[in-house]
C-alpha cells in the first residue's frame, strides 16, 4: 500500500555503468551479471537487541521477527495490499456463525527435520503459544479468542474461538505465529529457543551470543512464499546475523564491506547511503501503531481533552522531524501506521502555539510562575515524559517538542531511563505522555492498544497494553465489531470510526510510521521485504560479486 | 582486623599458612559483600526483571506471562528471601541461569571471560609500554619534549572511551581503510579496542611514572650509579625505572579494575563479545544471576591482580622482602 522505498537513482545508474563495464570486460564474466549466482555468505549485522530466544512464540518481539523470517514460515501470506493468500495452509473455511475457521495444510510439507506438515501441527503450534508456560506475548495477545483447536482429518484443523475474530487469518500471517516442527517444539522450551525447526528456506545452524548466529541454507526447501521470484532453495549458503548495536560502527561496517546489510539505518547514515554508489537503502514501513507519543488520559492534566489538544497543538513535529532525521522519515497522518489495512490519513494536526495558548486559557491554565509555566490552582502544566532506547525515536525530537511547548506553557520533564526502569514507569502509569509503538499486521492491533479491557490496572504491576487509558464504551464497541466482520466494507468503516473517536479525542501523537531500516551493499541482490510485518527475506537474495 | 594490625614492637612474621587463610578468608568476604550489594542495588532500583524480559520492542507483555514468569523465578516472594535463595546458590557453587539467554551464568561467563581477559590483559600491557615511552621521553628529552609528553598525558587520561572508540572508526576504519570496525578475529580486530582501553590508562600510568622517575634520576642511588661510569641509558633503565615504576605497579590493580568497566564500553562499540557486554545487557533487563556473575568474576580477578601487584612490588622493592 503505502510501501516506502528510497531506491536511489545514483545507484541505478552506477548499476548499469557497472553491468556495460562487465560486457566489455575481456575476462567474459559478463553473463553472471543477469542471471542469480548461488552461494556465498551474507552478513547481516542488526543494530536491534539480540533476540532473547529465536523462536518467536516465546516472546514476540522485532528483533526476534527479523531473525526467525529467514527460517520460519506461516500458515498464511499477506501481500502489500493487505490481502491474505495461502501459504502453509492450502485454503481456509470460516462457519457461518463466525465462531470456527477450518485449516487445509499444503500437501508434501515437511519441516526441516523430517517431520510431515500436518493438521496436529496446527494444533501443536497454536496450542503451545496459548499455554502460558511457553511465555508468548504478542502471539498470544493476537489469539485471544482462541479457545482450542481440534484436528478434523489429517490434514484440517479446526480452529475454535469464543467470538468472531475477522483478524485471525492477518494474525496467522505474521511470524510471531509460525508453525514449527511438532517435533522439535517436544524439546524443552530452552533447547527450542537455540534452534527452532521450521519449513523456512534457511535453518539455524548455530548461536554465539552477543555475537551472532549462523544460518545455513535448507538444500529441501519447497514452500516459496507467493511474491517470490524463484523456486526450489534459496541461493545464498550461509546468513550470518551479528549483533553490532553501535550504529558507526554498523555503519562502518557496511561501508568497509565487513558486513552486506545493517539494519536501524541512521537517518545521517542512510543520507550517506544514497551519495555512496556501493551502498543501497531499502526502508520499508511496518504496520500497526506508529511511533507515537501517547498521553495518559487517566490522570491530570491530561485528562483534560483540551489540555490534550494544546499539547499536540503546541509541538512542532515538523522541524523536528526534519532537523533530526534529515527528510527521511514522513510524518505519520494516521492512528494506524500507513501500511496497515484500513489505516485512514486523518490525524492531520499541526503545529498552531496561538491555538493552544487559548485552549490552555480555557482549560483554566491561566497563570505563569517565574519559570514561565502555566499553573491552575497553585499547580505548574507538567508533562512527564520516560524515554529508553526501546523505542526508536531519538531525544533530540522529544527536545524539540519540549522546547515549543515550552512557548505555551508546558513543563515537559524529559525522564531517560533504562529498559527495565521505563517498562516498570510505564506499566505503574507513572507518566503523563509516553513514546511507544506496536507492530502488528492488522487495524485489530487498535483493540489491543486502545480498548478499555487493554487499561485495567488490576493485574499485577499494573500492566496495561493501552497507554492512553481510552475507556470509551463506543470506541469498545466499534472494534469488537469490526472483529466480528468479515465483511471488508463494513470492516473499513468501522475502523475508520474507531480511528476518528481517536483522533478527535487528542489521545496520541503519531510521529512517524516505525521502520525496517536497511543498508545494503548495492551487490547484494534480489532482496525484498515481507509485506506482513515489513520484514527482510533472504530467499532470492544472491550475491553479485 | 585489629588481629592483624598490631604494634610494630610486637610483629611477628607470619606463618605462611596463616597469610594464606587470612587472605582467603579476606577474598571469600569481599565476594559476599559483592553479591549482596549487587543483589539489593539492582532489586531495590526501579524496574521489574518480569517486565523486562517480556516487554522486547514493538510488542507488549501479557498479565499470563509476566504471572508465569514471576512464578518462574520467585519475583513473587519476599525480597529478602530471594536473597536467601540466591546466597544459598552461590555458596554451592551455582551461579544460576540467566533470565534472558536461557543459559546457564557459567557458560555465559565462560564464554565471554576469555575475550574480557586477553582484551584488558593487552591493553594494559600497551599501556604499560606507552607510558613508560612518554616517561622516559619527558625526562630524557629537552623542556618542549616534557611539555609535549605532560600534555599527551593530560589529554589522553581525559578521553572518554565511548568518544575514542567512535573517533577512532571514523579515522582508521572509515577514513583510511586499515582496520576492521568491528570485531573480527585475529590481531587487526583487536588492535582499536585496546588503543581505546590503553591510551586513556596510559595517560594516568605516565603521570605517575614521570613524576617518581623525575624523583629517581636525582637519588643518591643513581648519582652512585653514575659515579660507577653507568650510561644515562643504563642509569634510567636499569635503575631509575625500576624505582618509577612502584607506584605505577600499585596501580595496575586498580587499573585492571578500569579497564574491566572500560571494556562495557569498547565490546559494545567494537561488538565483542565479552563480560562487558554480557553484564551491560544483563544490567538494562535486570538479569540479576548474570549481574551478580560477572560482578563475582570481576571481583575475583580484583583480588587476584591485587595479589599478583603485592607480590610485583615485592619484587621490585628490596625492601617490602622479609629479612
Known amino acids: ?545 | 582486623m585489629t588481629a592483624v594490625v598490631a604494634l610494630p614492637s610486637a610483629r611477628r612474621p607470619l606463618t605462611a599458612w596463616r597469610w594464606v587463610a587470612t587472605r582467603l578468608a579476606g577474598a571469600v568476604f569481599v565476594l559476599w559483600a559483592v553479591a549482596t550489594l549487587t543483589f539489593f542495588s539492582i532489586r531495590l532500583i526501579p524496574g521489574d526483571p518480569a517486565e523486562a524480559i517480556l516487554g522486547g520492542p514493538g510488542s507488549r507483555a501479557t498479565p499470563e506471562a509476566l504471572a508465569q514468569v514471576r512464578e518462574q523465578y520467585g519475583f513473587n516472594q519476599p525480597l529478602f528471601v530471594q536473597y536467601l535463595n540466591e546466597i544459598g546458590r552461590l555458596a554451592r557453587g551455582d551461579f544460576g541461569t540467566s533470565y534472558a539467554l536461557k543459559a546457564p551464568v557459567t557458560t555465559v561467563i565462560l564464554e565471554g571471560a576469555g575475550n574480557t581477559l586477553i582484551l584488558a590483559a593487552v591493553s594494559l600491557a600497551v599501556a604499560w609500554l606507552i607510558a613508560i615511552g612518554l616517561a622516559v621521553w619527558a625526562t630524557r628529552g629537552g623542556r618542549v619534549s616534557r611539555a609535549i609528553a605532560t600534555g599527551l598525558e593530560i589529554v589522553s587520561a581525559a578521553v572518554p572511551n565511548f568518544w575514542l572508540a567512535t573517533i577512532f572508526i571514523l579515522i582508521f576504519s572509515i577514513g583510511l581503510h586499515w582496520l576492521p570496525p568491528v570485531s573480527a578475529p585475529g590481531i587487526p580486530g583487536l588492535v582499536l579496542p585496546v588503543l581505546t582501553l590503553a591510551i586513556p590508562l596510559a595517560g594516568f600510568l605516565g603521570q605517575v611514572m614521570r613524576e617518581s622517575l623525575l624523583n629517581a634520576l636525582d637519588a643518591p642511588f643513581t648519582l652512585s650509579a653514575r659515579a660507577r661510569g653507568e650510561s644515562e641509558t643504563g642509569v634510567t633503565l636499569k635503575h631509575a625505572l625500576r624505582h618509577a615504576a612502584l607506584p605505577g605497579i600499585s596501580l595496575s590493580g586498580w587499573a585492571f579494575g578500569s579497564l574491566i568497566s572500560g571494556a562495557v564500553v569498547v565490546e559494545t562499540v567494537f561488538a565483542r563479545p565479552g563480560l562487558g557486554r554480557s553484564l551491560l545487557n544483563a544490567v538494562l533487563i535486570r538479569d540479576i544471576p548474570v549481574v551478580i556473575g560477572v560482578v563475582m568474576v570481576v571481583a575475583l580477578v580484583y583480588i587476584v591482580v591485587t595479589l599478583l601487584t603485592d607480590l610485583a612490588d615485592r619484587i621490585a622493592d628490596p625492601r617490602l622482602r622479609n629479612p
Open chain 1, 1 to 545: 500500500m503505502a510501501r516506502k522505498s528510497l531506491p536511489i537513482a545514483a545507484v541505478a545508474v552506477s548499476a548499469l555503468l557497472l553491468l556495460s563495464a562487465c560486457a566489455s570486460d575481456p575476462s567474459g564474466s559478463a553473463s553472471a551479471s543477469a542471471t542469480p549466482k548461488p552461494g556465498g555468505t551474507l552478513t547481516y549485522a542488526t543494530g536491534d537487541d539480540e533476540p532473547p530466544c529465536l523462536d518467536p512464540q516465546n516472546r514476540g518481539n522485532v528483533p526476534q521477527a527479523l531473525l526467525a523470517s529467514q527460517y520460519l514460515e506461516e500458515l498464511f501470506y499477506q501481500d502489500a495490499d493487505g490481502n491474505i493468500d495461502p501459504w502453509l495452509a492450502k485454503s481456509y473455511t470460516v462457519a457461518p456463525d463466525g465462531l470456527s475457521v477450518d485449516i487445509v495444510v499444503a500437501d508434501n510439507v515437511t519441516f526441516s527435520d523430517g517431520t510431515p506438515l500436518d493438521a496436529n501441527a496446527v494444533k501443536v503450534n497454536i496450542e503451545r503459544v496459548l499455554d502460558p508456560a511457553t511465555q508468548s506475548t504478542t502471539g498470544r495477545l493476537a489469539l485471544a479468542k482462541v479457545t482450542g483447536v481440534d484436528v478434523i482429518d489429517p490434514t484440517t484443523a479446526r480452529i475454535n474461538l469464543s467470538q468472531p475474530d475477522s483478524a485471525l487469518l492477518e494474525s496467522l500471517s505474521q511470524v510471531w505465529l509460525p508453525i514449527e516442527s511438532p517435533t522439535a517444539l517436544a524439546r524443552p522450551l530452552a533447547d527450542n529457543c537455540l534452534s527452532p525447526v521450521g519449513t523456512g528456506p534457511f535453518t539455524v545452524q548455530s548461536w554465539v551470543k552477543q555475537d551472532s548466529v549462523t544460518l545455513v541454507k535448507n538444500p529441501d526447501y519447497t514452500t516459496p512464499p507467493p511474491g517470490a521470484a524463484h523456486t526450489g532453495a534459496a541461493y545464498l549458503d550461509t546468513i550470518v546475523w551479528k549483533f553490532i548495536p553501535d550504529a558507526t560502527a554498523r555503519f562502518a561496517a557496511l561501508q568497509s564491506g565487513q558486513v552486506d546489510v545493517i539494519d536501524t539505518l541512521q537517518p545521517e547514515n542512510a543520507v550517506a547511503a544514497q551519495s555512496d554508489p556501493s551502498l543501497a537503502v531499502q526502508i520499508a514501513s511496518r504496520p500497526g501503531d506508529p511511533v507515537a507519543i501517547e498521553l495518559n488520559s487517566g490522570r491530570a492534566p491530561f485528562n483534560d481533552e483540551k489540555v490534550r489538544e494544546a499539547f499536540i497543538d503546541s509541538a512542532d513535529v515538523d522541524s523536528a522531524l526534519q532537523s533530526v532525521y534529515l527528510g527521511t522519515v514522513e510524518r505519520a497522518k494516521s492512528v494506524l501506521s500507513s501500511s496497515t489495512r484500513y489505516s485512514v490519513d486523518n490525524a492531520n494536526y499541526s503545529y498552531d502555539p496561538d491555538k493552544a495558548n487559548q485552549l490552555l486559557d480555557e482549560a483554566g491554565w491561566t497563570t505563569k510562575n517565574s519559570d514561565g509555566i502555566r499553573t491552575k490552582d497553585g499547580t505548574p502544566l507538567t508533562v512527564v515524559i520516560p524515554i529508553a532506547a526501546t523505542v526508536p525515536l531519538a531525544q533530540a525530537v522529544y527536545e524539540q517538542i519540549q522546547a515549543t511547548a515550552k512557548t505555551v506553557g508546558f513543563d515537559v520533564q524529559l525522564q531517560p531511563k533504562d529498559t527495565a526502569a521505563w517498562w516498570t514507569q510505564n506499566y505503574n502509569w507513572d507518566y503523563d505522555a509516553i513514546g511507544i509503538y506496536y507492530t502488528k499486521n492488522s487495524a485489530d492491533v487498535l483493540r489491543i492498544t486502545y480498548d478499555s479491557a487493554g487499561n485495567n490496572a488490576a493485574t499485577v504491576g499494573a500492566y496495561h497494553s493501552n497507554n492512553t487509558h481510552l475507556a470509551d464504551p463506543t470506541f469498545d464497541s466499534l472494534v469488537e465489531q469490526a472483529a466480528a466482520t468479515t465483511d471488508d466494507v463494513t470492516r473499513a468503516d468501522l475502523y475508520k470510526q474507531a480511528q476518528q473517536i481517536i483522533v478527535d479525542g487528542y489521545y496520541t501523537l503519531p510521529i512517524y510510521d516505525q521502520q525496517t531500516r536497511l543498508g545494503l551493499r548495492s551487490d547484494v541482490e534480489g532482496f525484498r521485504f515481507l509485506p506482513s510485518l515489513s520484514m527482510p527475506t533472504f530467499y532470492d537474495t544472491w550475491l553479485n560479486r
